[in-house]
C-alpha cells in the first residue's frame, strides 16, 4: 500500500541526509523576490505532470487593518498556490508578519491547554495534574539539554488539544453538550484566512491541536466528522518543518507530498475538503538553524488598535524555543455546524470520550517508541 511504503522510505532518511531527500524529491516554487522555495514536492508514484498554479485570493473581503490585527501581512502580499487536480486546495506561504508566530506558538503552549480545553493527558492522569501544564514544565524544558534520553516533561507529553465543539475520539463525532467557548484570538485568525479564500461568514466553532516530535507522525485519515462540508478545514503549521500527504477520495489512491514550514497556512474546501491526508514525518528546517529564522524575527512594539496578538516575554519564549527545536505544531480549525443547524439527537454517550483509536494518533516510529509514548502519556 503507498501509505506504508512511503512511510517506509521516509524511515530511511536521518537528519544527516535529509538534504539528499530535499534535493531529490523537491518541486521547486519559488518567490520571485527571494527565491525561497516553496516547498511543494511530487510524489513517488506520480508523472511530474502536476502543474502548481497561482490561486487568486478575495483580496477586497479582509482589510489591511484587519489583516494587520490578526498578525497578517496586507493580502496584496500574499502568495497562494494550488495543484491540478485538487480543486479547493489552497497552499499559501506564511503570511504571517514578522515576530507574529510566536504569539501562536505561545497560546498552544500556555493557554489553550489549560482547562476547560481538553487535550490527551486527561485520560491518564487526575484533573487537578493537568491543570497547568505550562507551569509543571517551563523550568523542566527550560534546563533541557541535548540528550534524549532526559525525562520529558509533560507538555512534551502532550499530543493534542480540542477547543470548542470538543471532537470525541471513540465516537469519532462532536456534540452539543461537550462545549466549550473557542479561542477569540483564534477565531479571529481562521475568520480573516478565510475570507481571504472567499469563504466569508466562516466561524470557527472547534479546532484540534496536534504536538509533534520528531518521531511523530500522523496516519493517514479524512476528516469528516463535521456536519456541514461547505465550509473549509484551515491548517496551520509552527516550529519544525513536516512531509505532508494530500490523497484522493479513496484510501488506496497515491498522494502527492509537500513541505509544510513554520508560518505556513493550507485550506482544504471544495473537492479537497474530503480528501486523505496524513503527516508520515517531521523534519529538522531545512534552513539548518535550530529554529526557522523566521521565528527569530521580534515582534514589533507598535501593534495596531485592537490587534488580537500580545507581546510575549523573553522569559516565556525561551521556553517555547526550547520546545520548538524538536516540535511542530499544527492548528486545524473547521466549522461544525451550518448557520442554524443542531446536532442530532444521541442516546447513551455523553460526547466525552477522550481516548484516540491507535491508528488516529500521532504514530510512532516503532512498537517500542509507541509503548513508551502510551506509559509516558
Not at 39 to 60: C, D, P, T
Not at 341 to 355: H, L, N, V
Request: aromatic share 12%; with cysteine; glycine share 6%.
Amino acid at each position: 500500500m503507498w501509505y506504508s511504503e512511503f512511510t517506509e522510505f521516509l524511515q530511511s532518511f536521518t537528519s544527516d541526509n535529509c538534504g539528499h531527500f530535499i534535493t531529490v524529491l523537491l518541486l521547486y516554487v519559488t518567490d520571485e523576490n527571494s527565491h525561497r522555495p516553496y516547498g511543494i514536492m511530487s510524489n513517488l508514484y506520480l508523472e511530474h505532470s502536476l502543474k502548481v498554479f497561482r490561486s487568486q485570493l478575495s483580496i477586497s473581503s479582509v482589510s489591511d487593518q484587519d489583516a494587520y490585527r490578526a498578525g497578517l501581512q496586507p493580502l496584496s502580499q500574499w502568495k497562494a498556490y494550488g495543484l491540478n487536480g485538487y480543486p479547493g486546495f489552497i497552499f499559501i506561504p506564511n503570511p504571517f508578519l514578522p515576530g507574529c508566530q510566536r504569539h501562536w506558538v505561545k497560546q498552544c503552549l500556555k493557554l489553550y491547554p489549560q482547562k476547560p480545553n481538553v487535550c490527551n493527558l486527561d485520560r491518564h492522569m487526575a484533573p487537578e495534574k493537568t491543570i497547568d501544564l505550562w507551569g509543571q514544565s517551563k523550568e523542566q524544558l527550560r534546563r533541557k539539554g541535548s540528550s534524549r534520553w532526559e525525562p520529558r516533561s509533560l507538555l512534551e507529553k502532550l499530543r493534542w488539544v480540542t477547543l470548542g465543539y470538543h471532537y470525541n475520539w471513540d465516537t469519532k463525532k462532536y456534540s452539543a453538550n461537550h462545549h466549550t467557548p473557542f479561542p477569540s484570538d483564534l477565531a479571529f485568525l481562521s475568520e480573516q484566512v478565510a475570507a481571504a479564500c472567499g469563504f466569508r461568514g466562516f466561524q470557527a466553532q472547534a479546532g484540534i491541536l496536534n504536538y509533534y516530535h520528531f518521531d511523530s507522525s500522523l496516519g493517514i485519515h479524512v476528516d469528516e466528522s463535521e456536519l456541514d462540508h461547505s465550509w473549509p478545514l484551515l491548517s496551520f503549521s509552527f516550529g519544525q518543518s513536516s512531509i505532508f500527504l494530500l490523497g484522493g477520495l479513496k484510501r488506496e489512491e497515491a498522494p502527492t507530498a509537500m513541505f509544510m514550514h513554520s508560518g505556513d497556512i493550507m485550506v482544504m474546501s471544495g473537492f479537497s475538503r474530503l480528501l486523505y491526508h496524513a503527516v508520515p514525518r517531521v523534519l529538522p528546517n531545512p534552513e539548518g538553524t535550530a529554529l526557522p529564522l523566521c521565528l527569530d524575527q521580534a515582534l514589533s512594539s507598535d501593534l495596531p488598535a485592537g490587534s488580537v496578538i500580545e507581546h510575549s516575554s523573553d522569559e516565556d519564549w525561551q521556553v517555547c524555543a526550547k520546545y520548538l527545536q524538536s516540535s511542530r505544531i499544527n492548528m486545524t480549525i473547521r466549522q461544525v455546524l451550518a448557520e442554524g443547524q443542531k446536532f442530532p439527537e444521541e442516546s447513551g454517550t455523553d460526547g466525552k470520550g477522550q481516548a484516540p483509536s491507535e491508528d488516529s494518533q500521532h504514530q510512532e516510529n516503532s512498537r517500542a517508541k509507541r509503548l513508551k509514548l502510551n506509559t509516558e502519556s
